[in-house]
């Protein structure tokens, strides 16, 4: 009698033979084809990343500081340097650059060379200018009352002035009013910002003294931007200095004003127009010029600070390299286990390379908010117009990202030349 095979009934023969996964079946040589390591995604890159920072937050604040200073000095010395210039040209704009001034020379002994009664008029009949106006020298004492000594000057000069003069440099009375045509024969006067607050005077009707006149303040200037001369000065009209004062009737300075596109052709005249044959005596000048020049002066200071910023950016970049070099250190039997397990170098690189971009761009965000929220305040309180370039915020994090990669390449190289057993050796 036949009795079926025991190995027959405990396992049934399989009815397709084991076959290997495609990427380890023989290659036609007979060789298994090598193992790819898997790849990283960068969503898996940047969370290995943010696992060291989050476990050593206080040496990461730290070192994020040194960038965010870097870069908030930056950022805050582009803003306020561009709002200042903003709001310097706002009040070019507002004051106009057409205006040019004329004032009497000297000769070789010092004396002043005065210009001709008639010197306006010449001015006027210059064809493109549109306003002249003159002020004059006027030879009195100021004082606040008949009590106070002769010899004790308030630092404040007499000078007459024409009645259309405010209009000439967009000028603008405070408090009280401007001379007119009647008041320009009476002793009255408008003192300029400062001139008033040396004598005293703040409010209009009351006397100072010129030499021993007294006279009435019948108004006080707002601060005259383009000629800030005339804000340490007491004016009175023409007709009065003339009654008064013993005035010659000689102008001191001339000023008018001319269409943009003809000033130059204008200031070329103006000198020889008012001084026919001694074309080289008057001064002309553009009062405009020194408030351009201001905005120039302000460059020196912008790189200097620029600088100072830069160090302090490269001072947060050597902090952020200190930082990954420690933290190749403490760090190296994570190292080993994850190189054990399979990480490439490359993985290792990559980890420690973006541990340090996510330090550094941690410190140039906060740094460019820091340095932004500077700008708005300190422009708040100059009211200006706050200007803050987005190119130097871009500027500024490009150059914490620079920093960050220069930072974490050297300590990145070294941590993925751990060798897997030296690293978990380690102690």
Request: avoid cysteine; charge should be positive.
């Amino acid at each position: 009698m036949n009795l079926p095979d025991p190995q027959s009934q405990l396992a049934p023969p399989d009815p397709q033979p084991h076959m290997a996964p495609p990427d380890r079946r023989p290659t036609p040589t007979g060789r298994l084809p090598r193992l790819k390591p898997a790849r990283l995604s960068p969503g898996d890159i940047l969370r290995l990343g943010a696992v060291g920072l989050r476990a050593r937050r206080a040496r990461v604040v730290l070192s994020a500081l040194g960038i965010a200073i870097g870069i908030a000095t930056m950022v805050a010395v582009v803003g306020l340097s561009q709002s200042s210039k903003s709001d310097l040209m706002a009040q070019l704009d507002r004051l106009g650059t057409n205006l040019l001034t004329v004032e009497a020379g000297t000769d070789a002994m010092g004396n002043e060379i005065k210009l001709p009664k008639s010197a306006e008029a010449m001015v006027e009949r210059i064809g493109p200018v549109k306003d002249a106006t003159a002020t004059a020298n006027v030879d009195a004492r100021i004082r606040r009352s008949d009590v106070v000594p002769e010899e004790r000057s308030a630092g404040v000069t007499t000078q007459a002035a024409r009645t259309d003069l405010l209009a000439t440099l967009n000028a603008r009375v405070a408090r009280g009013t401007w001379l007119n045509r009647a008041s320009q024969h009476l002793p009255v006067t408008v003192l300029g910002s400062v001139a008033a607050q040396r004598l005293g005077v703040t409010e209009p009707g009351q006397k100072i003294m010129m030499d021993d006149e007294y006279v009435v303040v019948v108004g006080i200037l707002k601060p005259v931007e383009l000629v800030p001369t005339l804000d340490r000065v007491a004016m009175i009209g023409f007709p009065a200095a003339e009654k008064y004062f013993r005035f010659d009737g000689h102008p001191s300075m001339i000023f008018e004003r001319s269409p943009d596109a003809t000033v130059e052709d204008v200031r070329a005249v103006l000198a020889r127009t008012v001084s026919p044959g001694n074309e080289g005596s008057p001064k002309v000048s553009r009062p405009s010029d020194a408030l351009a020049a201001k905005a120039a002066t302000d460059k020196g200071l912008t790189t200097l600070m620029l600088g100072l910023g830069a160090v302090a950016l490269l001072v947060g970049g050597v902090g952020v390299a200190n930082t990954m070099v420690i933290s190749v250190l403490e760090r190296r039997q994570e190292i080993g286990l994850r190189r054990a397990i399979g990480a490439t170098r490359n993985a290792i690189r990559l980890q420690f390379l973006t541990e340090s971009l996510l330090l550094s761009a941690l410190g140039g965000a906060t740094g460019a908010v820091l340095g932004t929220a500077a700008t708005f305040g300190f422009a708040f309180a100059q009211g200006w117009t706050a200007v803050v370039p987005p190119w130097s915020v871009a500027g500024g994090l490009a150059a914490t990202l620079l920093i960050g990669v220069l930072a974490g390449l050297y300590p990145a190289v070294r941590a993925s030349r751990l060798h897997p057993t030296v690293a978990l050796n380690a102690t």
